[in-house]
């Protein structure tokens, strides 16, 4: 079996701007870039560029996957659009384990890094097997405070962790490390029991074990979306206020339309 490696790139918030294509299309002769997206395959050979660097300065979200078992998905954030302090809640960087959650701030801007390691492989892999659109509103949703896809990436590191602890191969260092599952436990999300199709194919993506994440949606709660009267919480921005978002809008700010979401939601 030849080596197969895969980067597929998307911009979603705002399009890369000419220049920015001419410099992801120097990368490589093998690279397929338009305005919003960039891939890039090897049989051999490795791609050159930081992948924190390339989700910093030019796109929002990055699958990888390496036919030796490595599944990586990274998405990027403006900070002004999230609760970093909630987010980070569910970053985990086992000691033994391959997979991992974890975070890198720079400026404004913050990269969620999901890594899934298969010690077996994951075979024969072709181009289209694995499609980065499949997984681009799990974005949308941590934006949103829907942080299920979080707890699933976590789940799927700490399954790992604790089978390594468990290998008798293994010298534990640290008695108490055996609990590590148990004590590092992130807040349990609600609607664990009810996932959309992208969060289904997101747990089987990284082959969450469905007997332990059963455990976990016995635990969480169900929750319903209150209504809001976003008419109501309008009337009390000043004309100020609205007149500037209304600028801004003409000057074609990127995700604006959540930016007001989130400060009328804020005024609740």
């Known amino acids: 079996m030849g080596e197969f490696q895969q980067y597929q790139f998307q ?16 990368w490589s002769s093998r690279a397929v870039v338009s305005a919003t997206s ?17 989700m910093t300065h030019f796109f929002d979200t990055m699958l990888y996957i390496a036919n030796w078992g490595t599944k990586r998905l990274m998405f990027r954030f ?29 400026g404004d801007v913050i990269i969620l890094d999901i890594n899934s390691n298969d010690e077996e ?21 941590i934006i949103n405070g829907d942080y299920r896809s979080l707890f699933l990436a976590w789940l799927k590191a700490a ?10 191969e293994f010298e534990k260092e640290d008695p108490e490390e055996e609990e590590f599952k148990i004590q590092k436990t992130p807040p349990i999300p609600p609607n664990l029991k009810k996932p959309n199709a992208t969060l289904t194919a997101f747990s ?5 074990d469905e007997a332990l994440l059963d455990q976990y ?41 959540l930016k007001f979401k989130k400060r009328l939601e804020g005024l609740g």
């Open 217 to 257: 949606i016995a635990k969480s709660a169900d929750k319903a979306d209150l209504p809001i009267d976003y008419t109501a919480r309008l009337n009390k921005l000043s004309l100020e206020e609205k007149d500037d978002f209304l600028l801004r809008l003409l000057n074609k700010e990127p995700r604006l339309d």
């Open 121 to 141: 492989g994951l075979g024969w892999v072709e181009e289209e097997d694995y499609q980065l659109n499949d997984f681009i509103f799990l974005r949308e949703q």
């Open 78 to 106: 403006p900070r002004s659009l999230v609760d970093e302090k909630a987010m980070k809640a569910y970053a985990i960087v086992p000691q033994y384990g391959e997979s991992y959650v974890d975070f890198y701030t720079k």
């Open 11 to 26: 911009a979603v918030d705002q399009a890369l701007t000419e220049e920015q294509q001419k410099e992801v299309r120097s």
């Open 159 to 168: 399954q790992e962790e604790k089978m390594d602890l468990d290998d008798e």
């Open 38 to 54: 960039a891939t890039f395959v090897y049989h051999y050979g490795d791609f050159q560029q930081d992948e924190k660097q390339v």
């Open 204 to 208: 089987t993506f990284l082959e969450v």
